[in-house]
């Protein structure tokens, strides 16, 4: 039996208040990346293990914007980066 995979799905923060929004499309090896307002538009093609450094780096505070140092320096010790 041949299965049918799914379309893939861009998706969008739940904190988008639907005018100025980011939308990804997770794929097996990459993200895609778009402006919500220009769905044709150019898109930004990143490798799955960048994004998901990415968004650690998020989680940890690394774009916060008090004490960038520090918080980046911490952020590089929680991070793993593939070999």
Same mark, same amino acid.
């Given at each position: 039996m041949i299965e049918i995979a799914e379309p893939a799905t861009w998706r969008k923060s739940s904190y988008c @208040?639907?005018?100025?929004?980011v939308e990804v499309?997770?794929?097996?090896?990459s993200v895609r990346i778009r402006d919500?307002?220009?769905n044709d538009g150019q898109e930004l093609k990143v490798e799955r293990q960048s994004?998901? @450094?990415f968004v650690e780096a998020i989680k940890v505070g690394v774009f916060d914007d008090d004490d960038l140092?520090?918080?980046?320096?911490h952020a590089d010790d929680q991070i793993?980066?593939?070999r």
């Open positions: @208040n639907g005018a100025a929004c499309l997770i794929t097996g090896s919500s307002k220009t994004w998901i @450094n140092g520090d918080q980046r320096q793993e980066t593939p």
